[in-house]
Each structure stands twice: as structure tokens, then as C-alpha cells.
């Protein structure tokens, strides 16, 4: 049984860009996918695929038990996109706009005011919920954006980065509402660009990189599979890298991540893949004294999301504090007007 987002072989270029080059992706019901890649991965793409704002060149995929091709229509009824592109009327209140996208889905006048002030204070925008959206920082249109999100709680959720551009008070408030959703029954497909915000949320993760999927599986199976322990050594002068990474060598496990010491010359900081625990870090400390390495710091550390993030795709996560792109095609407004037809 396929689950409450599939996808089968998605296929979406434009022009020369395959943005999408075969995308599988099955979602159960009531779990979050993190979608994680760098810039121009295809999440947004597959994203707007699946929630069908764009026709896929090939492929296929179904949301919540409804062919995204065949029935748009119906897929959107079952749906609620935020999108990375805040789908915000500027020129009505925040108020406003909660109100409009809850008569868009037919709800009575009197039920979605109610709604719009509930999710006003959730998002602690009550004070600023009468005045023009053009008004807001970019951080309260998120919020914005994402209590329209959620006027209805339709049974399959996608957020496009949802947090971006959030400080982490509200970075925190929002993972709440979202573990409350899905503890509901909601499913969610999540992208982002912070690697603790899949880590904290996300039942499973797929990596993708050039319209690939090129890893998936819960955070602990894909951080197994970068590597186990590492020594992390910072030493106190440039001059003695060499002689730290000549120590640390001897312990390096091969086989797991390159067996080697990686060195960062302008934090002074080795890194090399262990086996052997907190016993290992003494005889390390002693080692390096005997060859007179000074450090300034020593650990012992876990894989981290990031690890995974950098050793699969060859680069670390951009962290986008605002939103830099302008509106493209049918984003914006458009979109959101689209999605509730
Ligand atoms: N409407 C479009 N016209 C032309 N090229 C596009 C269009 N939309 C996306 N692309 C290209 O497709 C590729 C995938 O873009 P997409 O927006 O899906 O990436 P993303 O993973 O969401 O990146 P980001 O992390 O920057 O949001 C990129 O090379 C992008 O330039
Ligand atoms: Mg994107």
C-alpha cells in the first residue's frame, strides 16, 4: 500500500535543468519526511510537483490515496502548502488574510474568524493582526504564512522551509505545532535547510542533490552509514598540525568515512574516525604530549546530521537567514489562490 505521499520516477526539467531527474518518494500515512539537500537540489520542484502546481515531465504520484496528474483538483482539497515563497496578500491585515483563506475553503464567516484569531495568537501576531501584511518583517510574514497554512488541517501537510528566516523562539514554537499536527494524523513533508529541524522532526529523511535521491532513512541509519566515533583534536599552533596528524593517523579506523585524518589548517582543528571510546581520548593525550602537541580542545564526537549532509553531498547546508530569491512563476499569491480552487 502506498503511503499518504508517493511518488514514482519524477521527471521536471526546465530547459536544460533537470530539476527533478526520477524521484521516488513514499511518505506513510501520519509520518514527516525531511527533504534535505543544498540549493537547487529539487526540493521546491518536487514539492510543487506533488502539491500540483507543475506537471511533472514524467512520473507519477499519488497524495493521499488521489493521482496528482489525473485529479489536481481533488489533490488540492486534501492538501495545505506553505511555501518557501510566502503566499501573503500584502495589501489585506493579517486578520484578513487568515479570513479569506478559510472562506476560500468554504468555511463559514463566523468559524473562520474565530480560526484567524486563534492561529494570530498562537503565532503571537494579535498585536500586529489589523495591520497591512506589507508592514511585517519577514519573520512575521513566515508566521503569516504558516497560520494559513493551517486555517484548515488538511489530512497532507507540506512546508518548504518553513522556519527560515524564524529566531529560535519561534523556531521552537512552530516544531510544537507541528509534532501536535502530525500527533493528529497529519502527514508532512518538510524541507529545510537546518539539519537539527529534520533531526528533531522527521520520522524519515531523503537526501537529495541534482534531482537525485541520493540517501534515505531515519537520522540514526543515515549517521551510521557516514561513520561512528571521531577524535576531534584542536591544536594550539599551525606548526603543530603535522606532528598531531602523524599521532592521530596511528588511531585512524580505515574503512569507516576515509580512515584518515582530516585537517581544517584555519581552526587548527584534525578530525579522525575512531573505534575505542572515552578510553581512547587518554592514550591519545598522552601521545600527542610525548611528541610536545600542545591542544587547546579534544572530544570525542558522534556524526552529526550535518557530517551526513556534507559527506554525502560534498558540501555543508546553506543557512539562508531571509529569504533572497524574489517570487518566481506561480509562486506568491498565485499559488495559494490555486491550491484552494
Ligand atoms: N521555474 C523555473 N525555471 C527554470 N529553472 C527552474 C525553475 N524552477 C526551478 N528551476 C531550477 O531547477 C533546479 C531545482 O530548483 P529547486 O527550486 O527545486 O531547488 P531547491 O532544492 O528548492 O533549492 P533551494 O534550497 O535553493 O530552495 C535549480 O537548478 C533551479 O534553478
Ligand atoms: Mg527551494
Redesign the pocket.
Known amino acids: 500500500m502506498p503511503g499518504a505521499i508517493y511518488a514514482e520516477g519524477l521527471v521536471?526539467t526546465?530547459?536544460d535543468?533537470?530539476?527533478?531527474d526520477g524521484v521516488d518518494l513514499d511518505v506513510p500515512e501520519g509520518t514527516v519526511l525531511g527533504l534535505l539537500?543544498?540549493?537547487?537540489?529539487?526540493?521546491?520542484?518536487?514539492?510543487?510537483v506533488l502539491t500540483t502546481l507543475?506537471k511533472p515531465d514524467s512520473g507519477r504520484a499519488v497524495v493521499a490515496g488521489i493521482d496528482v496528474l489525473r485529479h489536481p483538483n481533488e489533490v488540492r482539497r486534501s492538501i495545505g502548502l506553505s511555501g518557501?515563497f510566502a503566499a501573503v496578500d500584502e495589501y489585506l491585515t493579517g486578520r484578513e488574510n487568515l479570513q479569506m483563506v478559510g472562506q476560500l475553503y468554504q468555511m463559514r464567516a463566523k468559524a473562520a474568524k474565530v480560526r484567524a484569531g486563534e492561529l494570530l495568537d498562537r503565532f503571537h501576531l494579535a498585536d500586529a493582526a489589523d495591520r497591512p501584511a506589507k508592514t511585517y518583517s519577514g519573520g512575521m510574514r513566515r508566521r503569516l504564512d504558516l497560520a494559513a497554512a493551517l486555517v484548515v488541517s488538511p489530512p497532507v501537510m507540506f512546508m518548504?522551509?518553513p522556519t527560515t528566516g524564524l529566531d529560535p523562539r519561534n523556531r521552537q514554537e512552530l516544531w510544537d505545532v507541528i509534532k501536535e499536527l502530525v500527533a493528529g494524523g497529519t502527514t508532512l513533508l518538510l524541507?529545510t535547510?537546518y539539519l537539527e529541524e529534520a533531526d528533531h522532526l522527521a520520522h524519515d529523511i531523503c537526501v537529495?542533490d541534482q534531482?537525485r535521491v541520493i540517501a534515505r532513512g531515519t537520522s540514526d541509519q543515515l549517521k551510521a552509514q557516514t561513520g561512528g566515533e571521531r577524535v576531534e583534536v584542536v591544536v594550539h599552533e599551525p606548526e603543530m598540525i603535522t606532528g598531531a596528524r602523524d599521532v592521530l593517523a596511528r588511531y585512524g579506523i580505515a574503512g569507516i568515512g576515509h580512515g584518515e585524518v582530516s585537517v581544517e589548517e584555519h581552526t587548527r582543528k584534525l578530525t579522525v574516525p575512531v573505534a575505542g571510546g572515552a578510553k581512547l581520548l587518554a592514550e591519545v593525550i598522552r601521545d600527542l604530549d610525548a611528541v610536545g602537541v600542545e591542544i587547546d580542545d579534544i572530544g570525542l564526537r558522534r556524526p552529526t546530521l550535518d557530517d551526513v549532509f556534507i559527506s554525502l553531498t560534498g558540501h555543508a547546508a546553506?543557512r539562508?537567514e531571509e529569504e533572497e530569491?524574489p517570487p518566481?512563476?506561480a509562486g506568491g499569491r498565485k499559488s495559494r489562490k490555486e491550491a484552494v480552487k
Open positions: 521536471k526546465f530547459g535543468v533537470r530539476a527533478l539537500g543544498p540549493n537547487g537540489a529539487g526540493k521546491t520542484t518536487t514539492v510543487r507543475i518557501q518548504d522551509e524541507t535547510q537529495v534531482g546553506e539562508a530569491q518566481v512563476g
